[in-house]
């Protein structure tokens, strides 16, 4: 369960102040794959953040009663100035796993060789990527979040990263970000759509889909 309470998010735009998400009241049920659908520039990735914690609200709160990921993809809690084997160590000894178990897979799956061990700040963007995915793939959430991540590297890799995640929802939840909708349906079995700073919850994810694509012919 993940419930945001009163939860308000804006920024500073040349003087304006943009509401991204708008004294949000909503409660995500328990064990459900969401597809988090919505324009660009609706605000997404603000609230993976939120719901990460990686990103402080203006008021209000996110309660939940379960373990989260970081946002998949997002290397921004990653420290630029550390190796990736580093960055890895941090993580392991912050949620309390086996450090040389989560540096050897995530070593293994990320496939990056001698840059594991070079500062995450000469990596491509496709490098963080699979640093990133690997290291939340390693550890076991109950609810991963996910921005397009299974696109990253080329056609074996990408399968790669599908059959991993695959294997994470036998047991566990996500919130998934992706303009592929082959991609929400195969993991999905609801959906969310955000629309100015406020969440429709279907409980289809198929409804979800077709309310988002409604949406985008009226955009």
Known sequence: MIRFENLTKSYNVRGDRMVVIDNLNS???TGKSLA???????GKSTLMQLIAGTLRPDSGQIVSDGSISWPVGFAGSFHMDLTGAENVRFIARIYGVDTEELIDFVEDFAEIGKHFHMPVSSYSSGMRARLTFGSSMGIRFDTYLVDEVTSVGDARFREKSRRLFADRMKTSSAILVSHEMG?????C???IVLRHGQLTYFDSVEDGIAAHLSEIKRA
């Open 189 to 191: 079995d609801s959906a």
């Open 27 to 29: 409660t995500l049920p």
């Open 183 to 187: 991609q929400l349906r195969n993991f």
């Open 36 to 42: 988090l659908l919505g324009l660009n520039g609706a």
